[in-house]
């Protein structure tokens, strides 16, 4: 982990990282997002069987001032989401890449990673920001 | 008057800006500058302002009758004590609460009429306020299209008709479709095809108003609210006449999930009709999606008991284009006056209230149905509204009534061509018995032959 | 400094069983005149003697902070003085009592005065005609977006779907354009601060139904080339929407009619001096340009002379005309709420315009915008300004500067501002600008306070260089400090419950 970007994930402009496990793609946001984005006060996340389109607004990460969309990372059908956010938002700030992780996703197509950064990558556009 | 600028201040300070005249300090190019005189009343002293609201006030006669208008603003008695309190200038003057620290007071009033409105409706979580009872239905409507995705809502036609008639100025905007419920032999909402209407799963919510635009108690009978929610579709239940929140079984009992409703009654003036003042309550699953401010209580640095504007990442200043709605400025000071209404008269107050509305109108309708050719049309229970049948054409008997000094009700034909020989007769606790006598006095006095239907 | 158990109590837990007061005779019993199933089973609320409602409120009011307590420089709303015989003549009974579905006969008074404001305000703004139905600022600009679509749907023009909205804009902007299912488009302000007619005319065409501009903008500047935009938008066949959150800036010195404005919205709250009352009732009445007047709310007022219709004259004395509520408008958009309007703020309202006349408001206009740019040159070697020239009724300052050398931010600022007993400036808006400070004076403000200010202001800013930690711990002096947000948010208790009561 450089900067505190972790390694073996991939992450989106958006400030959102991917774990992948074969077709199965955990989502969250970056540490860099939560800082931004100060206490979380809610998170609004798709239901279960949604299908998203990547890159598409899918969802709300609320903080006491400020909104931001969720552009999903990647597509496909959610097979789960994170329910304990919803008594214990603080999780995203404490644990971005771990508690704190959005939902889950069976990816429609897994050529559609290519389109996301590496951690060199998201790590020199957070440096540049 | 207002200005507390001498010529010399207005010197000095245009000097210390470094220009020559208030007339360069607004230089407009000549395109957009002023090309004629602007017409508006002469400049008064105060004395002078007073006399032509005299004036006003003598050309506006409404007072000298004895009245039995309601339909959504009602007469009700308000101690002095409210006014007393609610126009001290810190209330009276304040901005919206951006700056807690210094706004606790009101702060606190509002959590506590949220608090009482929640109490009154028995739903989880009330707002702020909003603009109206009929704006509050179209944001409730909203909330429901939100919550389920679904492009329609099902309105009782008992339900106000400036109620409806605001959802579909509302409905135009956002493509909604807003279909209506018939209301059913004895004035109730005819619910016997919400189940086949609801069948096909695209409506967001089913509406009714209890007490109903005729007066009647329209709660969902037992059973149909369930069955609506079965379907994934919103109950929303309409209050116009906040009284009725005093005695008749709350909202939430019979299986609203929000409650859309008009305060005006608890305190606040009629004032040819604003401002009044809307509440939204709800279920805690549709908090997020409530429309407007809402105060929460936190604590402060010191760990005291602090209020705050909170949830405000919903609202039009930090969400814009996404924020649940656009209001901004709402209805506080009307909601200032309801709360402390509410804390004078309290539990046993408005108890009283409500059975004194109740018992006069039901002894109006007693009285008024006893004269020939009258009666009362429909025959659901009513709360203080009662729909009165009369002989030949309502409007007739409406203006024979005023040659008696008496606002008899409202003409329902101008809502509701069918009912056009029904009166929508309102008494409260401000109505005495004496001017019911005078009412049936001059009804017995409308000409027989007006009994033949023309 | 621990203050008394009381001072935190709520009503509902200074309630009494039994301690009721008598404001009416005894209620008979509800069972004995409606259905048991029809009533509810309990009523959940205090009983509270009056004396403890008078202490409870009024300790309540001591605890809030209003025009009448001190300088309220709340830039974007216009904190001028409340004159008190605004609240008086709306309180005179006949006003106060008359029913709105009273018979046009026994109102004429109260539609006089409807007519009369709605006169005076078509003409001061050089509009056709307002209509006086919409609520506040926010419900007037939803009503003039529904005007807009459904005078271009008449005209089949249904592609135009997109408001533009400069980067400045107030956020019921976009928020009033979703509500109608309009697109929204930001347009980048200009190094000025300006929308330059070059950018409108990239950003406008054929999809364009509405532009929501207001002049002077929200940064208190004022758009010169305005009319150039307006011509623009037209040249595209669009329609133009003037905020009139700003109007206090322009009374008998430019129109947004002249402009090239066809839609506007009031603020009579902020101009007119409705009083804010804590956040509300405003009034924000919406007015329109000839070819718009048939799509109005309804209902509107029409006035009568010997000689027939005269709705649409100028102002004039109301003895000699009769007046009527006119719901009979096909083409209208319908109702905004229930009513015909908040009618008492128009009683207040109208008060105010007779208590100055066309003078009187010019010199509002001129001394407000003299005493925002007194507060510029008071402030600019301590503050950042970014616009450092003639502005209007507002002006805007940051803590850019400040921030990075001392941490101090805008936020600090305000609630430091809170502690020598002012209420400080907007604070976070416009958006375009960081840390920043917006301040309106007002026109009601005498020298002596704007000095003042200007001197607490600098003193602040000063320790904030030597001493920033006492900065950032501010407010001390209030009745409570700063107050822990993210818990009420993430924890909401937006209500009480009775002791009782499962969670």
């Known amino acids: 982990m450089a900067n505190g970007v972790p390694a073996g994930l991939l992450y989106s402009k958006e400030h959102e990282w991917v774990k992948l496990d074969g077709d199965v793609a955990t989502v969250g946001i970056t540490d860099y997002a939560q800082s931004s984005l100060g206490d979380i006060v809610y998170v609004e996340l798709p239901r279960t069987g949604a299908q998203l389109t990547q890159f598409g607004s899918i969802g709300v990460v609320e903080s006491v001032k400020a909104v931001s969309d969720i552009f999903t990372p990647v597509g496909g059908e959610v097979v789960g989401i994170n329910d304990g956010l919803e008594s214990d938002p603080a999780a995203v700030n404490r644990d971005p890449y771990g508690a704190g992780w959005f939902y889950t996703v069976r990816l429609n197509d897994v050529a559609q990673t290519s389109e996301l950064l590496s951690p060199d990558a998201y790590e020199r556009l957070i440096s540049e920001a | 008057m207002y200005t507390p600028h001498t010529p010399d201040e207005i010197g000095a300070m245009l000097e210390a800006v470094g220009v020559a005249s208030l007339d360069e300090l607004l230089r407009v190019p000549d395109a957009i500058a002023l090309r004629e005189a602007v017409e508006l009343p002469p400049r008064c002293a105060e004395i002078e302002i007073a006399a032509r609201f005299a004036r006003h006030a003598e050309r506006t006669t409404a007072g000298a009758y004895t009245s039995f208008l309601g339909a959504g603003a009602y007469r009700h008695y308000v101690p002095p004590v409210v006014g007393a309190l609610a126009m001290r200038g810190e209330f009276l003057t304040s901005y919206t609460p951006y700056q807690a620290e210094v706004s606790q007071g009101y702060l606190q009033a509002i959590y506590e009429w949220q608090t009482y409105i929640a109490l009154l409706t028995g739903l989880d979580v009330a707002n702020a306020s909003v603009y109206d009872g009929a704006t509050a239905l179209a944001e409730a409507a909203i909330m429901a299209v939100n919550a389920t995705g679904r492009k329609g809502v099902l309105v009782s036609r008992a339900v106000h008709p400036n109620y409806r008639a605001v959802l579909r100025t509302y409905a135009e905007g956002l493509d909604l479709a807003v279909d209506e419920l018939p209301y059913a032999a004895d004035g109730r909402t005819d619910t016997s095809t919400v189940d086949a209407a609801l069948a096909e799963q695209r409506y967001a919510a089913v509406v009714v108003q209890s007490p109903n635009v005729f007066g009647a108690i329209d709660a969902l009978p037992p059973g149909v609210a369930g069955r609506v929610k079965a379907t994934g579709t919103v109950v929303i239940a309409v209050v116009a006449e906040a009284m009725s929140l005093a005695a008749l079984a709350a909202p939430a009992t019979w299986g609203a999930e929000i409650c859309a409703g008009e305060a005006q009654s608890f305190g606040n003036a009629i004032a040819y009709g604003g401002p009044h003042v809307g509440f939204i309550a709800a279920t805690n699953a549709h908090l997020r999606r409530i429309p407007g401010r809402l105060v929460g209580r936190s604590v402060d640095v010191a760990g005291r008991p602090a209020y705050v504007l909170t949830l405000q990442a919903r609202e039009q200043h930090i969400r814009r284009e996404k924020a649940t709605s656009n209001i901004c400025t709402n209805q506080a000071h009307c909601a200032l006056c309801a709360t402390i209404y509410l804390a004078a008269m309290g539990k046993t107050g408005l108890r009283d209230c409500a059975a004194l509305n109740v018992a006069r109108t039901r002894e109006l309708r007693d009285k008024v149905a006893a004269l020939d050719g009258f009666s009362a049309r429909f025959a659901a229970p009513v709360f203080n509204e009662v729909a009165v049948r009369v002989p030949g054409r309502a409007r007739d008997v409406l203006r024979a009534l005023e040659k008696a000094s008496i606002i008899g009700g409202l003409e329902l034909g101008r809502f509701y061509p069918e009912l056009d020989d029904c009166i929508l007769m309102t008494a409260t606790e401000m109505t005495s018995s004496a001017d019911v006598d005078r009412l049936v006095a001059a009804l017995a006095e409308v000409p027989a032959r007006a009994a033949a239907r023309v | ?503």
């Open chain 3, 1 to 503: 400094m621990p203050l008394p158990a009381f001072d935190t109590e709520l009503i509902f837990e200074s309630g009494r069983e039994g301690r009721a007061n008598r404001y009416l005779p005894d209620g008979p019993a509800l069972d004995a005149l409606l259905p048991a199933d029809a009533l509810r089973d309990d009523l959940p609320l205090p009983d509270n003697s009056e004396l403890d409602v008078v202490r409870h409120f009024t300790r309540l009011s001591q605890k809030t902070f209003g025009i009448d307590t001190a300088f309220y420089p709340l830039g974007s709303c216009t904190m001028k003085y409340n004159p008190r015989i605004n609240d008086a003549m709306a309180n005179v009974p006949a006003l106060r009592d008359v029913h709105p579905f009273a018979p046009d006969h026994a109102a004429q008074g109260a539609l006089a005065i409807m007519w009369e404001l709605e006169r005076a305000l078509a003409s001061l703004f050089g509009m056709a005609a307002f209509s006086l139905n919409p609520a506040a600022g926010a419900h007037a600009e939803l009503a003039a977006l529904l005007i807009a679509k459904a005078y271009f749907a008449r005209r089949g023009e249904t592609q135009r779907n997109v408001v533009i909205v400069p980067d400045t804009a107030h956020g019921t902007n976009p928020a009033s354009a979703a509500m109608v299912g309009y697109t929204v488009r930001s347009l980048k302000s200009d190094a000025h601060g300006r929308v330059d007619p070059d950018d409108m005319r990239a950003a406008a065409g054929d999809d364009t139904a509405v532009c929501m501009m207001t002049n002077p903008n929200t940064l208190g500047l004022f758009e010169p080339r305005i009319h150039e935009v307006a011509d623009v938008v037209h040249a595209a066949g669009g329609l133009m929407y003037y905020d009139g959150a700003n109007a206090n800036a322009l009374m008998g010195n430019t129109r947004p009619g002249d402009m090239g404005f066809d839609l506007m919205h009031l603020n009579l709250h902020k101009t007119f001096t409705i009083p804010h009352g804590g956040g509300g009732a405003g009034a924000g009445p919406v007015g329109v340009a000839a070819q718009l007047v048939e799509f109005l709310p309804t209902p509107v007022v029409r006035a009568y002379d010997a000689s027939g219709d005269a709705s649409a004259t100028g102002w004039r004395e109301t003895d000699g005309l009769t007046f009527a509520l006119d719901f009979d408008r096909p083409s209208s958009i319908g109702p905004m709420r229930s009513f015909w309007s908040n009618f008492a703020h128009m009683v207040r309202a109208l008060a105010y315009v007779y208590a100055n006349g066309a003078d009187g408001l010019a010199t509002v206009s001129q001394l407000a915008v003299l005493n925002a740019n007194y507060l510029r040159v008071g402030v600019r070697d301590v503050l950042d300004v970014p616009y450092d020239e003639v502005n209007r009724h507002e002006f805007v300052a940051s803590a850019q500067s400040l921030k990075r050398e001392t941490g101090v931010r805008a936020l600090d600022l305000a609630k430091a501002l809170l502690d020598r007993g002012y209420h400080a400036p907007t604070v976070y808006f416009p958006l375009i600008v960081p840390e920043c400070l917006m301040i309106e004076p007002t026109e009601t403000e005498s020298k002596e306070t704007l000095d003042r200010f200007v001197a607490d202001l600098r003193d602040i800013v000063a320790t904030a260089r030597t001493d920033p930690q006492r900065v950032l711990e501010t407010p001390v002096n209030t009745a409570v400090g700063r107050i822990d947000e993210t818990r009420a948010a993430r924890q909401p208790d937006l209500r009480w419950r009775p002791p009782a009561a499962t969670p």
